[in-house]
Antibody, heavy 117, light 110 residues
């Protein structure tokens, strides 16, 4: 079964850091691009960042550029999102998603990030 | 990276068809044939319905179809069913390995 399991969310003060992880199973991880998508409470989906299968191509939303870093470990079938300088507006449910062509065909259940003092 | 524009809500009766629009720019929707659509029920993760403008993943009913003209993409849901009531989002490639979502559309089945 194809599965993505996010972890690492939690409560953090503004300005602090957090690292999210996404463990992949059931497919050949290093064949696919991977992405992070977030959803603030009661709001719509926002693409955060994406990384190609070999990490050669990486992109970020303007809202997180310079603060967030995406990476992957193909040997461990794991995707990461290092989030620095967290702001209240970063508070959201963060989904990990598998790439299919230029879409996202498999989603995890998400991990919640709360930014509050 | 401005969000793509979708209507806030659409509605239709069972058996009818509805179309949801998604308007962007030459830099995203109009510039590439990389538009996808997602369905999200409350409390659930999104589900891919359409990719590459009009392609359906296996398992998605052919009641869901996608198209594009210029800077506007569209999702049509035919033969509306009660379970189609959900939020729908479009997403487009926006260059430099970035993507942008639409604001979402709530579909109500009357």
């Amino acid at each position: 079964e194809v599965q993505l399991v996010e972890s690492g969310g939690g409560l953090v003060q503004p300005g602090r850091s957090l690292r999210l992880s996404c463990a992949a199973s059931g497919f050949t991880f290093d064949d696919y691009a991977m992405h992070w998508v977030r959803q603030a409470p009661g709001k719509g989906l926002e693409w955060v960042s994406g990384i190609s299968w070999n990490s050669a191509s990486i992109g970020y939303a303007d809202s997180v550029k310079g603060r967030f870093t995406i990476s992957r470990d193909n040997a461990e079938n794991t995707l990461y999102l290092q989030m620095n300088g967290l702001r209240p507006e970063d508070m959201a449910l963060y989904y990990c998603a598998k790439g299919l062509r230029d879409a996202f065909d498999v989603w995890g259940h998400g991990t919640t990030v709360t930014v509050s003092s | 990276q401005s969000a793509l524009t979708q209507p806030r809500s659409v509605s239709g009766s069972p058996g009818q068809s509805v179309t949801i629009s998604c308007t962007g720019t030459d830099g995203d929707v109009g510039g590439y044939n990389y538009v996808s659509w997602y369905q999200q029920h409350p409390g659930k993760a999104p589900k891919l319905l359409i990719y590459d403008v009009s392609e359906r993943p296996s398992g998605v009913p052919d009641r869901f179809s996608g198209s594009k003209s210029g800077n506007t993409a569209s999702l049509t849901v035919s033969g509306l069913q009660a379970d189609d009531e959900a939020d729908y989002y479009c997403c487009a490639y926006a260059g430099s390995y970035t993507r942008v979502f639409g604001g979402g559309t709530k579909l109500t089945v009357l």
